[in-house]
């Protein structure tokens, strides 16, 4: 599911730049656009998650109205946003201890985009 997990070295990622990175995949949109409209964005850890958080936020909801306009798998709606929740943990907990990782085509589109390091 994860691929080139990596530690972070400790002076790019102190506690706050883990709890920030935590809380962008936890509360979604909201944390994401603070660390990136804000002086946090020169934080390499805390942008890099803040990037990659945000771009899977925004597919996640993109993916849950279009499955929610199908009607036949619509009903499949509350499992997905389940299965996305645990996932958006997942990802929290590893950035918390202080992990870059890849999220399977989002690092790719953010890095294609400029957004992330190569």
Request: hydrophobic share 60%; net charge neutral; charged share 10%.
């Amino acid at each position: 599911m994860l691929m080139n997990i990596r530690k972070a070295p400790a002076e790019e990622a102190g506690d706050q730049d883990r709890l920030m990175a935590l809380l962008a995949y936890i509360i979604g949109i909201i944390v994401p656009l603070i660390i990136l409209l804000t002086d946090m964005k020169n934080r390499p850890f805390q942008k890099y998650h803040a990037v990659q958080a945000l771009i899977a936020d925004v597919a996640l909801i993109l993916l849950i109205f279009v499955v929610g306009l199908i009607p036949i798998i619509g009903c499949i709606t509350p499992l997905l946003s389940l299965a996305a929740l645990v996932l958006f943990i997942y990802w929290g907990i590893q950035a918390y201890q202080g992990n870059y990782f890849e999220i399977p085509m989002v690092t790719a589109f953010a890095r294609q985009q400029g957004w992330l390091p190569q």
